[in-house]
T-cell receptor
Framework: KNEVEQSPQNLTAQEGEFITINCSYS?????LHWLQQHPGGGIVSLFM???GKKKHGRLIATINIQEKHSSLHITASHPRDSAVYIC????????????FGEGTQLTVNP | ETGVTQTPRHLVMGMTNKKSLKCEQH?????MYWYKQSAKKPLELMFV???????ENNSVPSRFSPECPNSSHLFLHLHTLQPEDSALYLC????????????FGSGTQLSVL
């Protein structure tokens, strides 16, 4: 079992739908990252959080430290949101090393 | 534009070739990273440099040789690679001790024939 598990692996939605991607992890962490990877490879860091909730535009990330779980929400989804969303955690003992989930492939159809 | 520039974007090489990947960051960060992303697998950390010193080598074969001449530049020298080394190689940087959000380059898609 991976230290970081994401669900679902693949998600198809219609434009305008509310989307949730989940991330569960099994170790104590100092930070959790949500990343976005578009076709072609480039990765953009969306959020880094260690507690509570962060919002940026239509994106919201939440984390529950006790339950070792984080969610990434996209409101009013758009085809340009289509990408792979990756959860990564920095454990309390790993220094700068991140452990990555396998990613969630999101496709938003017009 | 993330402030991290990688070249080349694509590279095809034979198993006997020697090539180098280059990464440059314009963000004033003190840490740089090489990651490998194989098809259908999570990102794997290869090397970490803090203040130009290598602080992590994640059991990477010696056919991959990193070089960090200064805090803004990072190279990955490749020699006698195997076809299974074909992957997307991503460079990233961060400011250790402050924020520590990662900034990634666009990656080099490497094919080893």
């Amino acid at each position: 079992k991976n230290e970081v598990e994401q669900s679902p692996q693949n998600l198809t939605a219609q434009e305008g739908e509310f989307i949730t991607i989940n991330c569960s992890y099994s170790v104590g962490i100092s930070a959790l990252h949500w990343l976005q990877q578009h076709p072609g490879g480039g990765i953009v860091s969306l959020f880094m959080l260690s507690s509570g909730k962060k919002k940026h535009g239509r994106l919201i990330a939440t984390i529950n430290i006790q339950e070792k779980h984080s969610s990434l929400h996209i409101t009013a989804s758009h085809p340009r949101d289509s990408a792979v969303y990756i959860c990564a955690v920095r454990s309390e003992t790993s220094g700068s090393r991140l452990t990555f989930g396998e990613g969630t492939q999101l496709t938003v159809n017009p | 534009e993330t402030g991290v520039t990688q070249t080349p974007r694509h590279l095809v090489m034979g198993m006997t070739n020697k090539k180098s990947l280059k990464c440059e960051q314009h963000l004033g960060h003190n840490a740089m990273y090489w990651y490998k992303q194989s098809a259908k697998k999570p990102l794997e950390l290869m090397f970490v440099y803090n203040f130009k010193e290598q602080t992590e080598n994640n059991s990477v074969p010696s056919r991959f040789s990193p070089e960090c001449p200064n805090s803004s530049h990072l190279f990955l020298h490749l020699h006698t690679l195997q076809p299974e080394d074909s992957a997307l190689y991503l460079c990233a940087s961060s400011q250790v001790g402050h924020n520590e959000k990662l900034f990634f380059g666009s990656g080099t898609q490497l094919s080893v024939l």
